[in-house]
């Protein structure tokens, strides 16, 4: 199969990193797919920084072992520094810096050749949209332009892997559509992206796999459909309909999967029925099929966006170490 | 074919100037670019440069008012000498209250900055990085010397100034740069305030220029009074080791060695070894003492820089 024959491209086991009393980190494992947007969920303090750290090269492991593309982080960390670009979740400053040689310091710091640079900088630029601010001084950049100079820093030497640590945070939802727009492109790139947050609509909208921390324990892992699967077999269907609300909510009521039908708002002749569902994709999709049959005039049919936090809330208990 | 590989390799081999050795360090081309934008440098420079020139005015005013014979040559040596010595000591001054400024926050502003993650996830060595702040700190504190030559050149038209004072004395102001710099990032590398670490810089330079001549007059007036109470008592051997005691604490003081190298120029017309009768006859054979002090501040330099280099590789534990 190729998935033996092509190794993982982050793989950590039994990752525990202790602060004195403290465990910050307790036994995580998991495996991380070349090409994917893995989000590391979690809340303040649940030991998402510490583990990106880790990853990077930058915090010991008190025991365990993480490998990026086959190599250790602790025996072979300069492999693994070459290999992965990582953004903390500040930005590092320097007040007397123009926006070029910020990334031309960095590239430089990746040993990349001084006739190289100016082009690459140029390219990287670009895709952040900075280009304009080429000769800026970095410090006057906008919170949302720092990040996105702070994303063009960690591609400087082309990773195959990013470490972003809440790439998203503190920023107006403009940058932040601009950011998580950014890091589908780098995925489309081939580049496999790691990046923690605990804005849980980042994770909904581009990641194809999800692990939930809490206290230092990972709590659950998987595709955010299979977690939601998981963790909560009924789903949350809200339906919109044109008139014959009774109808509807009678006729839901035979269907299989159909557990509990609310009307639970009904303004302008519109009205909406809260489902909780606990069938599959398949099922949903014949349940909608035998209410467009019937003839109730649906208007609006979707999954319940309230859903992924009531993932989340269910997953953790609201521990904090 | 082959021959391009081979022009390679004689490129790869050929030994790349001082220049091309600085730009290669990342470090030393940030900190430049920084350090001499805008004008801040040029204002520095000015006002240094304009103090020094000042005071060698001072001096020239001084001496064409209360010296009647300015036509002698013995009295124009003489204000040579003594350009000359004021404008050494004040690069000194200029040396160990600049360096430690340049130097102190080094490392520790990188870390307050939240720039030190950063540097330490790329390729960048440890050493790449202390190197880089040390040499781009001790290149502008050369650059000031530098630009302090014409003034010193001055000395030189009134003459009394002799090419191996020029030379020792340059020597001496370098190797205190370098042990300054030295010094002030080795605070910076393991200690994580920037403040403390610049407390820590100056309390070395000030020790090292002002703190040891008060430790060597302590040690002379102690041989002085072993001399004049029980010099009879003391043995050869125990004369012989106060002695050369007494030298080594020159020779780690830029003051005291200065002025010692300079008697022994004088007295001994030698640069680098002179006898010294003691007071029970015998005779030692002793190395002037600008050699042990830039033996001993370069050592101590490189010590320094390693434990800075050991401090920076660590990885957070």
Known sequence: MTSETIPSMIVIKELTKRYGQLTAVDKITLTVEEGEIFGFVGPNGAGKTSTLRMIACLLEPSSGEIRVGGHSVTNDSRTVRRLIGYMPDFFGVYNDMKVWEYLDFFGACYAIPEIERAQLIDDLLELVDLNHRREDMVDKLSRGMKQRLSLARTLVHDPQVLILDEPASGLDPRARVEIRELLVELAKMGKTIFFSTHILSDVAEICTRVGIIEAGKLVAVGALEDLQQQIMPRRLIELTVLGQIEEAQSLLETIPGVVNVDKFQNNGGRSRLRIEFSGDDVALSAALAILVQKGIPVLHFNESRRDLEEVFMRATKGLVT | ?317
């Open chain 2, 1 to 317: 074919m082959s021959e391009t590989v081979v022009d390679s390799a004689v490129s790869a081999k050929r030994r790349p100037s001082l220049g091309e050795l600085f730009r290669r360090n990342p470090v030393v081309v940030k900190e430049m670019r920084a350090r001499m934008r805008g004008n801040r440098a040029f204002i520095l420079l000015t006002v240094y440069l304009g103090l020094l020139g000042l005071m060698v005015a001072l001096i020239y005013f001084a001496f064409s008012q209360s010296t009647s014979a300015v036509n002698s040559v013995s009295d124009r040596q003489i204000f040579g000498k003594a350009i000359f010595g004021i404008l050494v000591f004040m690069q000194l001054l200029t040396i160990s209250f600049v360096s430690p400024a340049l130097t102190a926050g080094a490392i520790s502003m990188e870390r307050e900055h939240q720039t030190y993650d950063l540097l330490r996830t790329t390729l960048l060595t440890g050493r790449a990085l202390v190197m880089g702040k040390f040499l781009s700190g001790l290149l502008f504190v050369l650059l000031m010397l530098f630009a302090a030559l014409p003034l010193q050149s001055l000395a030189f038209l009134f003459g009394g100034v002799a090419p191996e004072e020029f030379i020792i004395a340059t020597i001496l102001l370098i190797v205190s740069a370098i042990a300054f710099c030295a010094a002030g990032v080795f605070f910076s590398s393991f200690i994580k305030r920037t403040l403390i670490s610049t407390v820590l810089a100056y309390a070395f330079a000030i020790i090292t220029v002002f703190g040891l001549p008060m430790l060597l007059l302590l040690a002379f007036s102690l041989i002085d009074v072993l001399f004049g109470g029980l010099g009879s008592q003391i043995s050869s051997a125990g004369e012989i080791f106060l002695f050369i005691g007494g030298w080594l604490l020159v020779a780690v003081n830029p003051l005291a060695t200065a002025v010692a190298t300079e008697v022994v120029l004088l007295q001994e017309q030698s640069a680098f070894i002179f006898t010294l009768p003691l007071p029970s006859g015998i005779s030692i054979t002793l190395i002037s003492p600008w050699v042990p002090y830039i033996i001993f501040y370069l050592i101590l330099s490189l010590f320094m820089l390693w434990i800075s280099i050991r401090f920076v590789r660590r990885v957070e534990k």
